[in-house]
């Protein structure tokens, strides 16, 4: 009898601690989820971009716990032959799949108007983007990213259909 009996005080004895927790878990009251501590919405440029003549700004806006949305808009250096500069404004959003904006990977769609110089020609696009966000502190975000945009109304003889984006980016949060 003593070896039937061994075995299932056992059991007991390894579930019985399991029981008692969730009993006691289940008796507090669930906490509140974490506030928001990130800031709702980030003004940001890319300063290194002055050193090739590049310069390019963005507003990005909180709309949700993991969607931003923003606007942007870039300058590149006067072309040769026209004296004009590549120039370039977007519309755009961005899922944050971890759920916090302004934190960790972002996902983005953006429309906008290219304009390029050296044909003398603007025109509308559509593009995706991926970005890396991180918050160095309450109020100072740096982001970095890589996208395409395809240029609507362009041949291939024309230039370019689609264009590669770049930005390393440093902003202020509020």
Not at 46 to 68: K, M, P, Q, S
Not at 77 to 91: C, F, K, W
Request: one cysteine or more.
């Amino acid at each position: 009898m003593v070896r039937t009996v061994c075995p299932h005080l056992l059991v007991v004895a390894l579930f019985c601690p399991t029981l008692a927790a969730d009993a006691w878990a289940q008796s507090r009251p669930t906490p509140a989820p974490p506030a928001l501590t990130s800031p709702s919405q980030v003004i940001s440029s890319n300063a290194f971009g002055l050193v090739i003549d590049l310069v390019n700004g963005e507003y990005e806006r909180r709309v949700d716990r993991a969607v931003t949305v923003g606007v942007g808009a870039s300058r590149g250096h006067a072309s040769a032959q026209t004296g004009r500069a590549y120039r370039n404004g977007d519309v755009f959003v961005r899922y944050y799949p971890g759920g916090r904006v302004f934190e960790g990977r972002s996902f983005g769609l953006k429309a906008g108007m290219t304009h390029l110089p050296w044909r003398g020609r603007t025109c509308f696009g559509i593009g995706v983007d991926a970005n890396q966000t991180w918050m160095l502190n309450r109020r100072f975000a740096f982001s970095t990213g890589v996208g395409l945009k395809r240029l609507i109304g362009m041949d291939a003889m024309e230039g370019p259909r689609v264009i590669p984006t770049l930005r390393i980016n440093v902003g202020i949060g509020f």
